[in-house]
Structures are given as C-alpha cells and as structure tokens.
T-cell receptor, first 111, second 113 residues
Framework: DAKTTQPTSMDCAEGRAANLPCNHSTISGNEYVYWYRQIHSQGPQYIIHGLKNNETNEMASLIITEDRKSSTLILPHATLRDTAVYYCIVRKQGGSEKLVFGKGTKLTVNP | SQTIHQWPATLVQPVGSPLSLECTVEGTSNPNLYWYRQAAGRGLQLLFYSVGIGQISSEVPQNLSASRPQDRQFILSSKKLLLSDSGFYLC????????????FGNGTRLTVT
C-alpha cells in the first residue's frame, strides 16, 4: 500500500506557482521521496526526488520538512501543459527498489 | 541517451487469445526492468520486475507472466486473456544503482473483448 497522503485534486491559475503537498508521516530514514506525474494516456514522467535536503531541477522544486514527515512539490510557473495527476511516492533506498503508486493529486491548470 | 520502446501502442484482443507485449531499452546495460498495469480509473499496479536476464519477480498472482530473454528486452505474456486483463500496460527501466529513477515507456492500451 502507498505510504503517502495527497489531496485528491487541486486547481492553479496559469502562470502562478503550483504547490502540491504530500504527507509521509511514517517515512523511514532510508526512504526517499519521489515525484512523478502522468498526463492523460501517457506513461508517468519522473520529476524529482530527494532524501532530506531541498532539491531543484529544470522542472520543479522539492521542499522536504526538517522532520521529513511531509513535502511540497513546487511548479514555479504553471502552464496548461502541467495539467496532470501528480504522484508522491516514498521509495526505499536501493538499486532495484520498486515504486508503489497511490492515487495522486489531479492538478488542473486553468487559463 | 537512453530510450525505451513499447509496442504495440493499442491492442484489441478477444477473450481466450494469447498476448505478447514487448519492451526494449536502448542506451544502457543491465537495467532493472518493470511491468506496471493501470486499469481504467485506477492507480498503477506493479506486476513484475527484473534485475537481470532470466530473473523475474512477480508482485501479484495473475493470468500473466513475464520473461527477460535478453539484457534489454522484457516481455509480458498471457496464454489466455481474460476480460479483467484490459488496461494500460507500462514498461519502465532504471539503472542498477542506488536511487535511480524509473523511466516509463508510452504504454500499450489493451482491450479484451
């Protein structure tokens, strides 16, 4: 079973920052937080992952609280193409550890 | 760069017919390979994963099987399809290092009629 809790849906205005929260209160010290998104009828797309430090790449920023019990994915300037289901996943450290997907957050970016 | 190929993109098969979906990865060696399924309106479910040739781990008992005849080839099969096998099948790969992300293909949408 998924070990994360996310809101079912969120809305965001185009051009504004989208902040997607995730609770993972039972996370262990050797577990990473991963974010993926799935645009309708496509395969999931990797966005970012982190252990305890905040991370940033060309797609998004990941903010992890100090106690690691929650995190926030930030899309700094949302576009209509960012409309998708966003999955927050806790994954054990290891080369072949699998991803267990929950239900995710349906983000709708409105014009 | 690494790429993953899945085919076919869509497939309609009658109940009781066999199934073979193929996935290949290019640009990397000894990847970890995964098969996921997404039923209509539901989340992604891991079906099989493989860390090497001939090494297959099954996550759930079902009407499907997987094989890895070559390092970068992963095949999902069934001898007799059921209606409940309909869904969106996704292949993914990762390199065999700590915390390498999984990268997914574009999927095969299977409809069993």
């Amino acid at each position: 079973d998924a070990k994360t809790t996310q809101p079912t849906s969120m809305d965001c205005a185009e051009g504004r920052a989208a902040n997607l929260p995730c609770n993972h209160s039972t996370i262990s010290g050797n577990e990473y937080v991963y974010w993926y998104r799935q645009i309708h009828s496509q395969g999931p797309q990797y966005i970012i992952h982190g252990l305890k430090n905040n991370e940033t790449n060309e797609m998004a920023s990941l903010i992890i609280t100090e106690d690691r019990k929650s995190s926030t994915l930030i899309l700094p300037h949302a576009t209509l193409r960012d409309t998708a289901v966003y999955y927050c996943i806790v994954r054990k450290q290891g080369g072949s550890e699998k991803l267990v997907f929950g239900k995710g957050t349906k983000l709708t970016v409105n014009p | 760069s690494q790429t993953i190929h899945q085919w076919p993109a869509t497939l309609v098969q009658p109940v009781g017919s066999p199934l073979s979906l193929e996935c290949t990865v290019e640009g990397t060696s000894n990847p970890n390979l995964y098969w996921y399924r997404q039923a209509a309106g539901r989340g992604l479910q891991l079906l099989f994963y493989s860390v090497g040739i001939g090494q297959i781990s099954s996550e759930v008992p079902q009407n499907l099987s997987a094989s890895r005849p070559q390092d970068r080839q992963f095949i999902l099969s069934s001898k007799k399809l059921l209606l409940s096998d309909s869904g969106f099948y996704l292949c993914a790969w990762s390199v065999g290092t700590v915390n390498s992300p999984l990268h997914f293909g574009n999927g095969t949408r299977l409809t069993v009629t």
